[in-house]
C-alpha cells in the first residue's frame, strides 16, 4: 500500500476486556514497529518484529500485552484485560531494513484506545 | 538508556517568523530522525538525518553527531506548521523520542 495502515482508528472498551488492534505495513517492508503514545509517559516503545520474529519485546509494559506478525507483513497487537492506564495511542511503523545500516521509519495514523 | 532532549518544550511565533529546535542525545547513535506531529495525530517524517545538512523547501536540519545534536530550522513559519515536532534516534533497532517541542504559529 502507500503507507502504514491501522485499524481501528478509535476504541472504546471496558475495563477487563480484551482488544486486538491491526497494523498493515508499507508492501516490502521487513521491519515492524509498535510504539504507544500516552500523555504521562510521551512516545514509547513496545516491540520489533523483523520478518515474523520479534528480536526485540523488550518494551511490552506487562504480560498483558503480546504481539505477533504472519507472513512477513500484517501485525496484531494485543492487550489482554485491558486497564485504564492502558488508554493512549498506539502507534505502528515500518522500515525497510537492510542489514547493517539502519532506515527512516514511518509512522501510521495510529489507534486511539479508550479503556473505561 | 539512551536520553533524547528537546528544547524549547514550547515555542510561540509571529507567522513569518523564523525558528530553531535543538536536540541533545546522550550517546552514539544509529540515525536521528524529525517529525511533526499534526494536530490529527500523524507522525509524518522531516528528515532522516545521522549525520550531515539537509533542506527541503523552508525546513532544513542539521546534525553533528560527534557533539551529539541536531538542529531543525523553520524559516518563514506559517499556521500550518503549529503542531508538534519531535526528534527521534535509533540505537539498536528501536527509536527513542525526546519529548518534543510545541510549536504555535499564529496568524
Known amino acids: 500500500g502507500a503507507g502504514v495502515s491501522q485499524s481501528p482508528s478509535n476504541k472504546v472498551t471496558e475495563k477487563g476486556k480484551d482488544v486486538e488492534l491491526r497494523c498493515d505495513p508499507i508492501?516490502?517492508?521487513?521491519?515492524l514497529y509498535w510504539y504507544r503514545q500516552s500523555l504521562g509517559q510521551g512516545l514509547e516503545f513496545l516491540i520489533y518484529?523483523?520478518?515474523?520474529?520479534?528480536?526485540?519485546k523488550s518494551g511490552l509494559p506487562s504480560d498483558r500485552f503480546s504481539a505477533e506478525r504472519t507472513g512477513g507483513s500484517v501485525s496484531t497487537l494485543t492487550i489482554q484485560r485491558t486497564q485504564q492506564e492502558d488508554s493512549a495511542v498506539y502507534l505502528c511503523a515500518s522500515s525497510l531494513y537492510t542489514a547493517g545500516s539502519q532506515e527512516t521509519q514511518y509512522f501510521g495514523p495510529g489507534t486511539r484506545l479508550l479503556v473505561l | 538508556g539512551i536520553q533524547v532532549e528537546q528544547s524549547p518544550p514550547d515555542l510561540i511565533l509571529q507567522e513569518g517568523a523564523n525558528s530553531t529546535l535543538r536536540c541533545n542525545f546522550s550517546d552514539s547513535v544509529n540515525n536521528l530522525q524529525w517529525f511533526h506531529q499534526n494536530p490529527w495525530g500523524q507522525l509524518i517524517n522531516l528528515f532522516y538525518?545521522?549525520?550531515g545538512t539537509k533542506q527541503n523547501g523552508r525546513l532544513s536540519a542539521t546534525t553533528v553527531a560527534t557533539e551529539r545534536y541536531s538542529l531543525l530550522y523553520i524559516s518563514s513559519s506559517q499556521t500550518t506548521d503549529s503542531g508538534v515536532y519531535f526528534c527521534a534516534v535509533t540505537s539498536g533497532s528501536r527509536l527513542t523520542f525526546g519529548e518534543g517541542t510545541q510549536l504555535t504559529v499564529n496568524p
Open positions: 508492501s516490502g517492508h521487513t521491519a
Open positions: 518484529f523483523q520478518g515474523n520474529s520479534a528480536p526485540d
Open positions: 538525518i545521522p549525520s
